[in-house]
Structures are given as C-alpha cells and as structure tokens.
C-alpha cells in the first residue's frame, strides 16, 4: 500500500551535517504519523524522531535532541531528517516509517510501513 523511498545518507566527518528524506507514496501522506528509526551494526533499531500531519507535534531520542530536526512536506509527500553535528554514535542504517498512530511510531510497535533504509557513516 504505502511505499517509503528514503535518500540523502552519506559518508561524513564529525561535525558535519546531512539532510535525510523519505517521500511517500500510494496512500494519503496526511493521515500518517511520520518517523525516523536507526540501527547501528549489531544493535537494535532506536527510534530517532516523530512528526504528525501537522507538525505541531514533535518527538526525540535524548540522544539527538538539539541536533536533529524533523520536518515534513505534506504537498511534496515527503518527511526530512536534518541532522546537525553529526558524531561517530550517529552512524547506522536511517530508516523511514510512516503509521497512522501516533504511539506506534514513538513506541517502535507494530508500525505499518518501513522504507528500506539509507546509510549514514560519522567518521572521526
């Protein structure tokens, strides 16, 4: 039903910044919860940040708070992850995820529809 492309990673040094999207397709774009998830080599996937339909509610990791932002683009169906000051830890797999409920995205449970994933390499 709905499809998650997700681009922008890329091999960066510590400090540096990169602006992730994920555009949506094959459903109504406003009627999801938007979300961005990580996995690092040989942990398990960590939620990274929320967004409703609206924006008026955002959500993030401790661990990224101040750094990254999430915005979306409801006429461009499209979610972004702007990640700022990038470190080392922030390397892993970003993945997309889309869900109509709010506490499936901020929870990681049951969320309907993934994207398959951009890499986002930190070297220090």
């Known amino acids: 039903q709905v499809q998650l492309v997700e681009s922008g990673g890329g091999l960066v040094q510590a400090g540096d910044s990169l602006r992730l999207s994920c555009v949506a397709s094959?459903?109504?774009?406003?009627?999801?919860?938007m979300g961005w998830f990580r996995q690092a080599r040989g942990k398990d996937r960590e939620f990274v940040a929320a967004?409703?339909?609206?924006?008026?509610?955002?959500s993030y990791a401790d661990s990224v708070k101040g750094r990254f932002t999430i915005s979306r683009d409801n006429a461009k169906n499209t979610a972004y992850l702007q990640m700022n000051s990038l470190k080392s830890v922030d390397t892993g797999v970003y993945y997309c995820?889309?869900?109509?409920?709010?506490?499936?995205?901020?929870?990681?449970?049951?969320?309907?529809?993934w994207g398959q994933g951009t890499q986002v390499t930190v070297s220090s």
């Open positions: 094959g459903g109504r774009f406003e009627n999801y919860v």
């Open positions: 995820a889309a869900d109509p409920r709010r506490e499936a995205i901020t929870s990681g449970r049951r969320i309907d529809y």
């Open positions: 967004i409703n339909w609206s924006g008026g509610f955002t």
